[in-house]
């Protein structure tokens, strides 16, 4: 989808929320103050494990191709705050698990840090449910920055 | 599938032990007058079907013969495909040769996983425990043979369902027997053949959905709930309506009301029953780790001196024979439907993919329950089906009758959904697309769900168990004629593989190549 760039780039996770359209802001002034690039990241969460009934396997297919339009129009404006300010930008929409991908895109493309939202849940809900701000701070290969 | 309590003369008696409520819930005049219009047409259809021959004092249906003759004939042809590749089908499944590119799409897992919660049901826990109360604990070995022979079926009939699958624009994907019937058949010269085959099949398949995949397991699932909520004195007892109706709502909402919520929860619980089940079992065998031995030793010996059963070694092959063939669906078809979604270039390795699914539920589930009903000693109580099952686990865990209970039901409510989805689409493929078409055969279905609980049915489930294996006449003789087709396959398949053009995908090396 992307070619990696020469310049080593910012990750950022995009899910659409209003806490992410505040890292989009935040990842477009550090770009721009460090002239670096920006790389876009969507990812669809997916497990090859998970269970389908035959009707969803046979439609899954159509799914899919809606679930991926879906999200380039989700992520549409996010991409046009990089454009208008003249940042270098690729994205990429991606099926997985959100943590482990992120910390695998932001090692191949070699990023100097990932910057997320916070979904702003409780603490607890935090605890009960994952969170992907918390994973990454454990797992993740670079630094990470969550915007509040 | 489970439909080993409509067979000849013994059947009758059989049923009437494990299931007494049948007899006596309902004597409504209504189910005896539609029991006598549809008798004579049934018993016909049935009897043609099971057609049995008598071989050493036992009834043997040439339906399993036919069955274990072509698993038999694909197991030589493919040279042992089951065996050769059973490593490289769990390859597949984890997803080692998956592309990350195609994260998203239906997994070698996914197609395997919903084709299993249509074939696992009650055939593994009541129909084991028929075949070694009548075949001795040696039907167990003959039935982990016909399990393992089943695979190359499986391999056999998937891989044509994906070759030979509909893609259509929209994205959607369908296949199954009736297409490699019309089209392969087609390929090979023999379209009229190939048409006729297919229709047959779709008409059997209707059949055996709204019959065995339906009314049989609302009539077994209830018969289930009695027994645990009191029996005779159950507060549901005679109310078999009420249960239909409830479930029949149930389903309904899912199949018709598309309320996946539903449909999500059992596919999240059916599993974990099944892995309640296995787990339990295990408990049972290696805290009777000491008689294991005895156990196989009693399985081995059983198997070919057939001693203490009636009928003694032909006895002991017969009943193991018929619970395999029962149980995996190998050579019906039906599991082709649920496959053929995965997204894969190559055919084949959805048939290898598919050939694990005899083997887990045959060779693991249902030995399982032959090793502990064997075990628990409870063999010689003179129990047979659901309630000799219920009485050996009961012998570790006294509440697990309770779970038994649950996980029937759930079953039966898994194996309905999946087989409203086989008769759908070979409704579809009959009667053509369309909205309205597709309501009027899921309302049909509903109703049949309601009939098949509140009714003693017994002529109406006899025809439609045997049209679920009427589904194999034309299937298989398909399969004798595509078989090449297969073959070719898995040339083309290993000499890319030789080429190194497909190649497992190293998840860690992509990542690593860059840094």
Redesign the interface.
Known sequence: MSQ?PSVKPILIGYDGTEAADRAVQFTANRAAAEGCPVHVIYV?E?S???????????????R??E??SRAEATLAPALRVFIDRKIPMTYEV???HSGELIC?IA??K?ATQIVLGRKGGTALGARLLGSLALTLVQASPVPVTVVP | MSCQYKLPAWAAGITATIFPFTAMAQEGSLDQRINETVAPISNVIAGAIFYSVPIAGNDFPLIVGWLVIAAAIFTLYFGFVQFRKFGHAIALVK?DY?H?DD?????H???L??AL??TVGLGNIAGVAVAVSIGGPGATFWMILAGLMGMASKFTECTLGVKYRNEYP?????GGPMYYLSKGLAEKGKPGLGKALAILFSICCIGGAVGGGNMFQANQAFQQVVNVTGGENSFLAGSGWLFGLIMAVIVGSV?IGGI?SI?KVT??IV?FMAVIYVTAGLVIIISNIGMVGQAFSDIFVGAFTGAGVAGGVVGALIQGFKRAAFSNEAGIGSAA??HS???TKEPVTEGYVALLEPFIDTVVICTMTALVITISGELNSGLTGVELTSAAFASAFTWFPLVLALAVVLFAFSTM??WS??GLKAWTYLVGEGKGKEIIFKLFFCLCVIVGASMSLGPVIDFSDSMIFAMAIPNVIGLYLLMSVVRGEVNQYWAKIERGEIRKVD?SA??EA??
């Open positions: 990696t669809l997916w090859p494990y998970s269970f389908l009934s035959a009707q969803e396997l046979e439609e899954r297919h159509q899919r191709t679930e991926l991606r099926y997985g695998q090692k191949e070699k | 997803g998956s990350p994260a998203g799409e239906v997994s897992f996914q197609a996983a919903t919660s249509g929209d994205g959607r994907v369908s199949i996946k449909a596919e999240k599993p439907i649920a979604a995965v997204r959904l999946s989805y086989y998840k992509t990542a860059e840094t």
